[in-house]
C-alpha cells in the first residue's frame, strides 16, 4: 500500500490543524493505520493509531485529548485533527499502515509502509 500524507503548515500555538493521509494500491480497510512524528535532531515518535475499522484508537500521553486519529475507509484515508497545537508539536508528521494485529502498534519499525511527511510548524 502506498501512503501519501497532506495537510501539513505554520500554525500559531494554539490552533490546530487537520492532516490526511490518502492510501492507494491494497484494501485500506486491511490495515491499521499509524500517525508517528519527528522533530529535527530527535527520534521519531508515536503519535495515533486506529484498528482497521476506526473503532479504536489509542494516542501518545503527550496528545492526548488534544489530537484525534479518524479513518474513512470508503475514501481510503486517515486523519489526525490536531487542536490546541503547542510549539513542542513542531515536527514531520509520517502516515504508516501495517496489517492489523492485537496488540497496538507504537513503534515505528512495527509498520511496513510508510509515506514522505508532512511538516507542521507551530509558533509561539
Known amino acids: 500500500v502506498q501512503v501519501v500524507e497532506s495537510g501539513g503548515g505554520l500554525v500559531q500555538a494554539g490552533g490546530s490543524l487537520r492532516l490526511s493521509c490518502a492510501a492507494s494500491?491494497?484494501?485500506?480497510?486491511?490495515?491499521?493505520m499509524g500517525w508517528f512524528r519527528q522533530a529535527p535532531g530527535k527520534e521519531r515518535e508515536f503519535v495515533a493509531t486506529i484498528t482497521w475499522d476506526g473503532g479504536r484508537s489509542y494516542y501518545a500521553d503527550s496528545v492526548k485529548g488534544r489530537f484525534t486519529i479518524s479513518r474513512d475507509n470508503a475514501k481510503n484515508t486517515v486523519y489526525l485533527q490536531m487542536n490546541s497545537l503547542k510549539f513542542e508539536d513542531t515536527a514531520d508528521y509520517y502516515c504508516a499502515a501495517d496489517p492489523p494485529s492485537y496488540a497496538w502498534k507504537t513503534k515505528s519499525n512495527e509498520y511496513r509502509y510508510w509515506g514522505q511527511g508532512t511538516q507542521v510548524t507551530v509558533s509561539s
Open positions: 494500491g491494497r484494501t485500506f480497510s486491511n490495515y491499521a
